[in-house]
């Protein structure tokens, strides 16, 4: 409302510019000063329009940001409220005793687990012992297979010592095949 009177008076005081400049043309010079003086008063009826104007904005500013502040102390007090709920419903108690029951689940599971993993009939009655014993004594042979045999020893004699010259060459074979052999 306050724009479209601003218009309104725009328009009149273009209106009595136009009426004081015809006034100077046909020379009467008061009718053109009180032209002029109409287009002053406007000129400030208009500048207290602006003003309005102004202060209705800053008011509509004012209520926005009243209305944010409300609605921030709103959501503060449902936070606060639903908190207050919440450790209203749930107390130290109530905790400790989920946190008890919790744990005697997780016991019986334990029991129910261990219970399932115990042998029954035929495999119930073997001695761990002695099967790890027997496991022990295939490893050794294992092993004692995977070995070579030591060479035997025998007197320095001129034929043998022929023989010791060729001897690094087949213990150095005899050295390549055992590689071979544990790198399968």
Do not use: W
Request: charged share 35%; hydrophobic share 35%.
């Amino acid at each position: 409302m306050l724009e479209k009177k601003e218009c309104f008076l725009q328009k009149k005081v273009a209106a009595e510019v136009e009426r004081a400049k015809d006034y100077t043309k046909a020379k009467n010079k008061s009718a053109a000063i009180q032209c002029l003086k109409k287009k002053k008063l406007y000129e400030t009826q208009i500048e207290q329009l602006a003003n309005f104007q102004l202060r209705v904005h800053d008011q509509m500013i004012m209520l926005e940001s009243a209305k944010a502040t409300t609605d921030t102390v709103d959501a503060l007090r449902s936070g606060s409220s639903a908190v207050k709920a919440i450790h209203q419903s749930v107390s130290i108690d109530d905790i400790e005793n989920a946190i008890e029951e919790a744990n005697e689940h997780t016991e019986n599971m334990r029991q129910i687990q261990e219970a399932l993993a115990t042998p029954i009939g035929a495999s119930a009655d073997f001695d761990e012992d002695e099967l790890e014993a027997e496991l022990e004594d295939l490893e050794e042979e294992e092993l004692d297979n995977e070995l070579p045999e030591p060479p035997q020893r025998t007197s320095m004699e001129p034929s043998a010592r022929a023989t010791t010259s060729s001897q690094p060459a087949n213990d150095l074979a005899e050295l390549t095949k055992l590689q071979a052999e544990m790198a399968l």
